[in-house]
């Protein structure tokens, strides 16, 4: 069975002011720690204000309303001429933050943000706005571009909406193996059924492209689940299993030349996707295919793998290659806009990892619109590996120096987030690994939060709820309430607050969640 490293799920919901807004009647008020309870229900009756709530007891924070005609303006000045008034202020409005993109079909693409517009159910996405908002993906910190390698029946080379690779050093159709990588004349990618650098067009292999890595934000189109991302395009996702060795080869070839050069030759490809496979196969019958997976693996390569479009439960009748044992391979099934897994689609409570949108998919095409929909587990499967090339992009620069010489390990990092942020689904629990789909913002915030590697539930709690540690940073819940991994390695694991600094600006606890800032000051 494939294992899943226990990460501590850390998600701290991202929230911005809008400007001047806030909600009528009420103000929130703050009195010093000094000022008795009696003095408080003075200035209340004084004022003409009725508790709403209390929000802090150890901090004294109110939320009040206005019994009388004046303006919440008004009343926050006449507050604040008393001494025992810490603070006084707006109730102001919240709104989640984040990015949607301006191309032209960007609300067909329910699949990045459903809002109902298909008639499925609000959410029902893997929350990619809010993690663009944070950041595009497809640059590294060290300054590479991430590439991603569609094995497929070929890709519109020309498509506007797409970004691809080019192997700079080869000089196209020459008939001479310029960079000696084997490969002649694989300036655009590689063609594993005739053997040369032609890719060839295929509207399936485009559009898989699109759904990984159409540009975002250009105004045209749809956006992929990594803006910025190159596509490296392979034909070789049928014909012969020869054909799909020699397609992953090619790949295999590009990254670990990129690791033995520095980056001078080859490619920094960091997932495969894989929308094709073999209905019922067992892998001990394909070990050499099989087998590939842990050789990309151990260069740095993620592989997604699209499981059968038929309801089976392949840990009883097998495929290929999702039911391969490798570590590096995701084998991924089909979800729809209702967040439940499509009727056609396969699943395994130790095969099959999770699910990911692949019904009724918007994305590029070769036909004349150059957009098309389509369905199945083909259309899951390049929304993980677009997720993972997107999650290798926010890895701060630190852990890409870190993990330099392991790159094998860091690609196994990519994998037990993607796992530990699934969004949770009834349809899914007990028939995939997870139990869920893929939520690329959850994701992203474990790595920006550093949740990985050696943080286990060994050394820390088990796990986390985002409002509970707002509210503990505020000072709305002292107790109960878990403190961060770096605080806590600094000894501080008394959530009583007895030594533990009063109260916290909830948005500097948020920068820090989202990597935005190295640390936040603690009282020795």
């Known amino acids: 069975m494939k294992k899943i490293c226990i990460i501590v799920v850390l998600m701290i919901i991202f929230l911005a002011l809008s400007a001047e807004e806030y909600v009528p009647g009420q103000i929130m008020v703050q009195f010093t720690k000094d000022t008795r309870d009696s003095r408080q229900a003075e200035i209340f009756k004084l004022e ?60 067909q693409q329910w699949c990045h943000h459903n809002t109902g517009q298909t008639g499925g159910v609000t959410d029902a996405d893997i929350d990619t706005p809010s993690a663009w908002d944070i950041e595009p993906g497809g640059i590294m910190a060290n300054g590479e571009t991430v590439v991603l390698a569609i094995v497929d029946n070929g890709t519109y080379l020309t498509h506007p909406d797409l970004n691809f690779y080019k192997n700079e050093l080869e000089i196209p159709n020459n008939g001479i193996d310029d960079d000696g990588n084997g490969y002649i004349d694989d300036y655009d990618g590689w063609n594993a059924y005739d053997h040369n650098g032609n890719p060839g067009i295929g509207s399936h292999g485009t559009h898989v492209s699109g759904i990984a890595a159409a540009i975002g934000n250009n105004g045209i189109g749809v956006s992929g689940v990594n803006w910025q991302a190159k596509v490296m395009p392979v034909a070789g996702s049928s014909s012969s299993e020869a054909t799909v060795v020699e397609a992953y080869g090619y790949v295999l070839e590009m990254r670990s030349r990129y690791n033995e050069t520095n980056g001078a030759e080859g490619a920094y490809v960091v997932a495969t996707n894989s929308s094709f496979g073999v209905n019922q196969g067992q892998p001990e019958d394909f070990p050499i295919w099989s087998a590939m997976y842990d050789s990309l693996g151990m260069v740095g390569i993620l592989s997604a793998g699209a499981t059968a479009n038929v309801n089976w439960n392949i840990d009883e009748v097998g495929d290929v290659p999702t039911a391969c044992e490798s570590e590096w391979m995701i084998a991924v099934t089909n979800t729809n806009d209702d967040d439940q897994k499509y009727s056609s689609a396969g699943y395994g409570l130790v095969t099959i990892d999770l699910g990911a949108p692949g019904t009724s998919v918007y994305s590029t095409d070769t036909n004349t619109a150059g957009y098309s929909y389509k369905t199945g587990t083909s259309m899951a499967t390049p929304q993980v590996c677009g997720a993972v090339g997107y999650l290798m992009s926010v890895l701060p620069a630190v852990t890409l120096r870190e993990y330099e010489d392991e790159p094998g390990e860091l690609a196994l990092i990519i994998r037990d987030v993607i796992f530990a942020g699934v969004d949770p689904l009834p349809d899914l629990e007990g028939a995939t690994v997870t139990g869920g789909r893929l939520n690329v913002y959850n994701s992203m915030l474990l790595l920006r939060n550093g949740a990985y590697g050696d943080i286990t539930s060994d050394e820390f709690i088990d796990a986390f709820d985002a409002a509970n540690i707002l509210q503990y940073y505020v000072g709305m819940n002292p107790v109960g309430a878990p403190l961060p991994w770096e605080i806590w390695q600094k000894g501080r694991a008394d959530v009583d607050g007895n030594s533990y600094i009063e109260a916290y600006d909830a948005s500097l606890i948020q920068r820090y969640a989202l990597g935005m800032i190295d640390s936040f000051p603690v009282e020795d």
Do not use: G, M
């Open 48 to 107: 003409e204000l009725t508790i709403v709530h209390q929000l802090s007891s150890r901090l004294s924070i109110w939320l009040c309303a206005l019994d009388n005609n004046i303006s919440e303006k008004e009343a926050i000045v006449r507050l604040k001429e008393y001494s025992e008034v810490k603070f006084a202020q707006f109730n102001h409005k919240l709104e989640l933050r984040e990015t949607i993109p301006d191309d032209e079909f960007f609300d």
